[in-house]
């Protein structure tokens, strides 16, 4: 009988003691290949691969504002082999405005926060506005008269405006695309008046002057744009807003795990390499542990609640 016990026992033994991570971690991304967050994904992917030493596979699961991949990292077995690379998109502005199938405070763990990419309020150059103060008297004088595109309804750059409007007292109206491509080539085209779309995908028509950035939606300037004042400098006291990216775990995921890949997140984000890497994509790194951006994720949550609540946006 000792014997039998004994085998048993040097049989289980190894799988128990096996360290983790023993085999490749699955990093989900819910948007596609090329974007701001999958391309940041990869960054910290490639690094924290070497850190664990244990590939870091990204996997790209689009469809439905970013839900679809949440969904089905909150789903995964919590074991540590499943991460998201989350937005505040899906995890905190989607959620106030539509019906998902996943609970972010429920259904997640905070492992650390990556980064923030910044917004700007732009305008067509035929747009008589040099400045935010001026651009707020002319939709003042002229209510109704002025458009700004957005991705869809409850999409960040509609949450954007929508708070921009309810702390100004403006009415420019909303007009809803299919995604963000399009609401920013007919802002260029001059089919809108106002815009805000993320930084980088401004950038190339700024610099070629077919738009006109007049602030960045970032609480403090932005490095890639020194030139260009927040929103709460320009005359919009207490705006802020930007587009955080982190890392999620399943709930459930053993604390130790969680632990393990915060600490390693955080020694990633602190090589020089990966600031100019992300940098080079407008992003700035921001490195927040789990109890820290589980509190982000809390407020931000409410803070959009507020917005859709007084912007009278409707939940579908």
Not at 126 to 142: D, G, M, P
Not at 146 to 171: D, E, K, P, R, V
Not at 310 to 315: D, F, R, S, T
Request: charged content about 15%; cysteine-free; hydrophobic content about 45%.
């Amino acid at each position: 009988m000792k014997t039998i016990v004994l085998l048993a026992l040097l049989v289980v033994s190894p799988v128990i003691a096996q360290p983790y991570p023993s085999h490749p971690v699955r990093m989900i991304v819910p948007y596609a290949a090329g974007g701001a967050s999958d391309v940041t994904a990869r960054i910290v992917a490639a690094h924290l691969g070497e850190r664990l030493k244990q590939p870091i596979v990204v996997e790209n699961r689009t469809g439905a504002g970013g839900a679809i991949g949440a969904e089905v990292a909150a789903k995964a077995t919590p074991d540590g082999y499943t991460v998201l690379l989350g937005s505040a998109s899906e995890v905190v502005m989607l959620p106030v405005v539509a019906r998902i199938p996943y609970d972010p405070v429920r259904d997640f763990l905070p492992v650390a926060l990556v980064s923030d990419i910044a917004l700007v309020l732009a305008v067509h150059p035929s747009v008589a506005a040099q400045n935010v103060r001026e651009l707020i008297a002319l939709a003042k004088a002229k209510p109704g008269a002025i458009n700004y595109g957005s991705a869809g309804i409850g999409a960040t750059s509609h949450l954007a405006m929508a708070m921009f409007n309810a702390m100004t007292g403006t009415q420019m109206v909303h007009v809803p695309y299919k995604g963000s491509v399009p609401a920013t080539a007919d802002l260029v085209a001059g089919h809108l008046q106002v815009g805000t779309p993320t930084l980088p995908a401004a950038l190339p028509y700024v610099k070629s002057g077919q738009l006109r950035v007049l602030a960045v939606t970032s609480a403090r300037r932005w490095p890639t744009l020194p030139d260009v004042p927040s929103l709460a400098e320009a005359g919009v006291p207490g705006y802020e807003m930007t587009l955080w990216t982190g890392l999620m775990a399943p709930a459930g995921t053993p604390p130790e795990i969680v632990a393990q890949l915060h600490r390693e997140t955080a020694q990633v984000l602190a090589q020089p390499e990966v600031k100019e890497a992300i940098g080079r994509q407008g992003g700035e790194i921001n490195v927040g542990g789990p109890a820290e951006f589980g509190a982000l994720i809390k407020s931000d949550l409410a803070k959009w609640q507020r917005v859709v609540k007084q912007a009278e946006i409707k939940v579908d």
